[in-house]
């Protein structure tokens, strides 16, 4: 039985070069007693074909999927329970993991039993390369939640029996492109407690597109998530309700403001 699934959910990915890549850099990581579990979630024939046709490439690799596309929360769900390792690395299907990922998250996760999963900082990605970095806090706190997940999604690898005994991800409208944020406010309000190596593990695709798939709606409804754990949070009221707004007056600011800025900061 391998240490460590890996686990990505794929919708309509038909950029061939950018999902050989993903895949390449899982299946060459100096840690190799691994599984590759993913998650067709619905893809248009094209997008199928090229998955059936990179899950040849290796045998560790587990194609699963159904023909309706459900979202990321239920495919990652779908992911956990078949998963046998003792571990769940999660990846995308457009990103690059470094080749010490593995090695360096398992390693910790090992030492540290108290620790329930681990990120790491990434490389900044687009079309052109790599074009800035980005560092988490070690270990964040409680007011870290509050402008935005303290842990970037697929660079964390969890601990498979904590993720199994939380329920997994939120399958709901209202966690649609902020499911990732939901399952770290669960977990640390149930006492799990991450942890990111200060390091970057993965070059991490951030490029105008990002933007333009958080729409308004995408915006509400993080709003409303935000507003249904926000209060557990020991944060002071003002620093809550800010936090709470923060989606819908981020969604007023156009998206190509906010990636000059991020560029700036982090380029």
């Known amino acids: 039985m391998p240490v460590i699934s890996v ?8 950029k061939e070069e950018q999902l050989l890549q993903a895949v390449d850099s899982v299946l ?7 599984e590759f579990l993913i998650f067709d979630d619905g893809s248009k024939e094209a997008g199928r074909k090229l998955l059936e046709q990179v899950a040849g490439r290796d045998s560790r690799i587990r194609l ?12 990652l769900n779908q992911c956990i329970k078949e998963a046998s390792g003792k571990y769940l690395a999660r990846m995308d299907a457009d990103d ?5 990922r593995l090695t ?3 390693a910790y996760l090992e030492n540290h039993p108290e620790t329930a999963f681990v990120g790491s900082g990434a490389k900044l990605i687009d079309d052109a390369g790599i074009w ?14 509050i402008r935005y ?19 997994g991800y939120l399958v709901s409208e209202e966690t649609r492109r902020c499911e990732d944020y939901e399952l770290f406010l669960r977990l640390y309000l149930k006492g799990c407690r991450g942890y990111n190596l200060p390091e970057e593990l993965l070059c991490y695709r951030e490029d105008r597109a990002a933007y333009r798939r958080r729409t308004f709606r995408d915006r509400i409804c993080e709003m409303k ?8 949070l020991p944060v002071s009221g003002p620093r809550r309700i800010a936090g709470m707004l923060r989606p819908v007056f981020a969604g007023l600011v156009p998206g190509s403001v906010i990636r000059a800025v991020r560029r700036l900061s982090e380029g």
Do not use: W
């Open 132 to 145: 800035g970095e980005r560092r988490m806090k070690e270990e964040p706190q409680a007011e870290d939640y």
């Open 7 to 14: 686990i990505m959910g794929v919708y309509n990915q038909t």
């Open 104 to 106: 360096r998250q398992y």
């Open 225 to 232: 998530l935000r507003r249904r754990y926000f209060p557990r």
């Open 96 to 100: 690059i993991c470094l080749p010490e």
């Open 64 to 75: 699963l999927g159904e023909s309706r596309n459900h979202g990321l929360a239920y495919a």
């Open 149 to 167: 997940s303290p842990f970037i999604h697929p660079t964390v690898m969890f601990r498979t029996d904590v993720l199994r005994r939380e329920g």
């Open 28 to 34: 060459t990581q100096s840690f190799q007693d691994l």
